[in-house]
């Protein structure tokens, strides 16, 4: 046993869904691209007093800590009215016609009642109108244009408005005169929204801008840069992404929720360790409901070739366990991403679902083709702090795969798993194309592009949380 520490156990695992991979070839030791070149110029962060700037870390590699520490912030009541000058007010107006090249739609935001501002010379009324379509351009820019209500299933909480709030940039852009600058540079940093922006410039078909345009706001409903790590689900594409400085290293097959309730929902999650050799606590909706306990109980040879072991309490209430095994319902493993949800991604026994074009089959949770390669190399990208430590990792990985014991397997560097929703985007072959709409969560997108721009906006969904149960459906 190396210096990473693990729990161990045959307590019951919380997970409530199911599917994924047996063992399959080690992963790669050499799993990182070199850092490719800056292209883009990094916002100031507007939460820390700019007088005293914080010392900001370096990123020198792919290994570097990643995980998100929320900071308590203190901030002053904002003013979102600043005093224009004529000529900054100019750049504004002139800078309202070219967001129609980000989808947007340039008559939101006023310019003939800038236009007139702009004619009446400084004071009040300038710096009123002015300031309010800077923080509108703002807040459309940053988080999107469609309200809340429209994004169906969609729990992702944008960090932007906290790094980036309205008040601070306004401040900065009359301070600096550099209006478009501090426009511009709120625009998601993703290769894939600069494929979709270079897409919608040569479309001319109404249907396929409006596809574009949508799914262009969907990137702004994200963090504008996602970080220099992660995993992303792309629900219609059927796909995971393991990314590094904009690359994808490796993708996978899933297998995601059916249409209606069981649906995905779009997350934004932490993962925080790899947990090998699952335990899985079998619903009530299947012990009770559909006679599992019973039989459980009453077939204890049954009960033992698949696995389960049941306890009957006093009160006549039946648990049921399936113990770790390739049988089990989560497979040999699964990625620990805690949210309300119950959410994550895992292994499974039945492998003939990822031959399936159509693969929305499960009750929500995601089930990875090749799920022993993704954890073996979430467990060393996770902890290695150098090149030199991932074949002892593979190693004490490789033993506690093969030793059948539930072990959970910390990462020292949490990875951020986005779960998301695009039906126009690149897909993992860098081919941008159209993706299904297997939920049915376009029409609602589209219909706020046409309706008048929404002033008051939510930023967290009122929709319910539908903790997703699996019910080991394997057709």
């Not at 894939?192 to 109404?206: I, K, M, N, W």
Request: hydrophobic fraction near 40%; proline fraction near 8%.
């Amino acid at each position: 046993m190396t210096r990473f520490h693990l729990i161990l156990g045959t307590a019951m695992g919380a997970a409530l869904c199911g599917t994924s991979v047996l063992a399959q070839d080690n992963a790669p030791e050499d799993l990182l691209p070199p850092e490719p070149a800056k292209v883009t110029e990094e916002l100031p962060d507007y939460t820390v007093d700019t007088a005293k700037p914080a010392a900001q870390p370096s990123v020198a590699d792919s290994f570097d800590d990643i995980r998100m520490s929320p900071g308590e912030v203190v901030q002053q009541l904002p003013v979102l009215v600043r005093e224009w000058s004529v000529p900054q007010a100019q750049q504004l107006l002139a800078f309202i016609p070219t967001v129609e090249a980000e989808g947007l739609v340039p008559s939101d935001y006023r310019a003939p009642e800038l236009r007139a501002a702009i004619a009446g010379g400084e004071g009040a009324a300038l710096n009123e109108i002015a300031s309010e379509i800077f923080v509108w351009l703002v807040e459309d820019l940053r988080d999107g244009r469609t309200p809340m209500e429209a994004r169906r299933q969609w729990f992702v909480v944008d960090p932007d408005p906290d790094l980036l709030p309205s008040h601070r940039l306004l401040e900065a852009a009359v301070e600096t005169g550099d209006i478009a600058g501090a426009l511009t540079a709120l625009n998601p940093v993703s290769p894939d929204y600069a494929q979709l922006r270079e897409e919608l410039a040569v479309t001319t078909d109404p249907a396929k801008r409006k596809l574009l345009r949508a799914n262009m706001d969907r990137w702004r409903w994200l963090p504008r840069d996602l970080g220099k790590q992660y995993l992303l689900t792309n629900v219609p594409e059927y796909q995971l992404r393991l990314t590094v400085n904009d690359k994808i290293i490796k993708h996978y097959r899933v297998v995601v929720g059916k249409p209606g309730r069981t649906a995905t929902p779009q997350l934004s999650e932490m993962v925080e360790a790899v947990i090998f050799n699952p335990t899985w606590t079998v619903p009530q909706s299947i012990v009770k409901g559909e006679g599992l306990g019973a039989k459980v109980l009453n077939n204890p040879g049954w009960a033992r070739a698949n696995g389960y072991k049941a306890t009957k309490g006093a009160n006549g209430w039946i648990s049921v366990v399936q113990q770790p095994g390739p049988g089990n319902s989560l497979g040999l493993m699964k990625l620990d991403m805690p949210n309300p949800h119950a959410i994550f991604f895992h292994d499974t026994p039945a492998k003939a679902l990822f031959a399936r074009d159509n693969r929305a089959l499960s009750h929500g949770c995601i089930r990875v083709q090749g799920a022993r390669e993704l954890a073996m190399t979430m467990a060393m990208l996770g902890n290695a702090s150098s090149r030199e430590e991932l074949p002892a990792i593979q190693q004490e990985v490789s033993e506690i795969t093969a030793s059948g014991i539930y072990t959970r397997y910390p990462m020292e560097k949490q990875w951020p798993a986005y779960i998301t929703y695009f039906t126009y985007g690149v897909d993992v072959n860098g081919e941008l194309r159209q993706f299904d709409d297997i939920y049915g969560r376009d029409a609602p997108v589209l219909a706020a592009l046409d309706a008048p721009r929404q002033r008051e906006r939510a930023r967290e969904t009122s929709e319910e949380v539908i903790e997703i149960v699996d019910d080991l459906q394997t057709s």
